[in-house]
């Protein structure tokens, strides 16, 4: 499968931003697709993701309540709404994606194959 993030940008503390991840190329079938973020110095850290068939979904604690991850199955992309964004979640977003993966290890950046490249979030304060 091919990712391809998209929607990055600069925007203020308070607002909202949507980054895409478009998935072309293989079955959908057992696929999760999740967002990560890295900042300079710092490792990969999961941010949400969901499994396309179903659609069971977690979240980071440091984002529950404000981002909101959703698969547009027309368009076959993963979209990740951040609200009330914050300075802190200043990085650089990837999509990764993993098939047949076991809810528990949702989090695991390890367990994913393939990633798309990354879209920069910039947050003013």
């Known amino acids: 499968v091919q990712l391809q993030a998209s929607g990055g940008g600069l925007v203020q503390a308070g607002g909202s931003l949507r980054l895409s991840c478009a998935a072309s190329?293989?079955?959908?079938?057992?696929?999760?697709i999740s967002w990560f973020r890295q900042t300079p110095g710092k490792e990969r850290e999961f941010v949400a993701g969901?499994?396309?068939?179903?659609?069971?979904?977690a979240y980071a604690d440091s984002v529950k309540g404000r981002f909101t991850i959703s698969r547009d199955n027309a368009e076959k992309t993963m979209n990740l709404r951040m609200n009330g964004v914050k300075p802190e979640d200043t990085a650089v977003y990837y999509c990764?994606?993993?098939?047949?993966?076991?809810?528990?290890?949702?989090?695991?950046?390890?367990?994913?194959?393939?990633w798309g490249q990354g879209t920069q979030v910039t947050v003013s304060s």
């Open positions: 990764a994606a993993s098939y047949r993966l076991i809810h528990g290890r949702i989090r695991t950046k390890d367990a994913y194959t393939y």
């Open positions: 190329g293989s079955t959908f079938n057992d696929i999760t």
């Open positions: 969901m499994r396309w068939r179903g659609g069971s979904s």
